[in-house]
T-cell receptor, first 111, second 114 residues
């Protein structure tokens, strides 16, 4: 069965420091991975997706199939990056697009 | 703007009561989902629907049922609520054409079962 693990429940950094939110997955099929973010008093929303190979708000994530990881990175954290971050794995074939979420990591960026 | 709405936003109920959470969307999306969020457990899928005739169980469907009344409406019912169903519930939608499309989430319903 598919599984997503985010080992850090809480992560604190100072403004300007690099930040890495860890995500590991287990899935027997071909993985499609996403990062979703929930800012305070806002809805959960897509941050970036592996298939698009994009950089959003300075964040990037590289799929490492050998290590089954999809860590989220930003070289210089900003206070507005403080939020809950979820890594998610898409399964179920091309029709249903079910997402399996990790446990989430609360990122706090201190001034 | 096209949106995903949930009602009620907050609900307190008692053990054994039947309760319905409603989700409506004006995005014109085919796929709709119900999740629950618990601290330390993340979001877990309860039910999902590809269209009005397609209902599927997620990973934690026991104790829940759903109804897809129309493309735009997807309701979640707790037939006999119990305290461990206290959680934040989210509805989400996605386009049905491509499985890699983004899911759009509602604002959530905070349910407390006493």
């Amino acid at each position: 069965a598919q599984r997503v693990t985010q080992p850090e429940k809480l992560l604190s950094v100072f403004k300007g420091a690099p930040v890495e939110l860890k995500c590991n997955y287990s899935y027997s099929g071909s993985p499609e991975l996403f990062w979703y973010v929930q800012y305070s008093r806002q809805r959960l929303q897509l941050l970036l997706r592996h298939i698009s190979r994009e950089s959003i708000k300075g964040f990037t994530a590289d799929l490492n199939k050998g290590e089954t990881s999809f860590h989220l990175k930003k070289p210089f954290a900003q206070e507005e990056d403080s939020a809950m971050y979820y890594c998610a794995l898409m399964t179920g074939g091309t029709s249903y697009g079910k997402l399996t979420f990790g446990q989430g990591t609360i990122l706090t960026v201190h001034p | 703007d096209a949106d995903v709405t949930q009602t009620p936003r907050n609900r307190i109920t008692k053990t054994g009561k039947r309760i319905m959470l409603e989700c409506s969307q004006t995005k014109g999306h085919d796929r709709m989902y119900w999740y629950r969020q618990d601290p330390g457990l993340g979001l877990r899928l309860i039910y999902y629907s590809f269209d009005v005739k397609d209902i599927n169980k997620g990973e934690i469907s026991d104790g829940y049922s759903v109804s897809r009344q129309a493309q735009a409406k997807f309701s979640l019912s707790l037939e006999s609520a119990i305290p461990n169903q206290t959680a934040l519930y989210f509805c989400a939608t996605a386009e049905g054409v491509h499985s890699y499309n983004e899911q759009f989430f509602g604002p959530g319903t905070r349910l407390t079962v006493l």
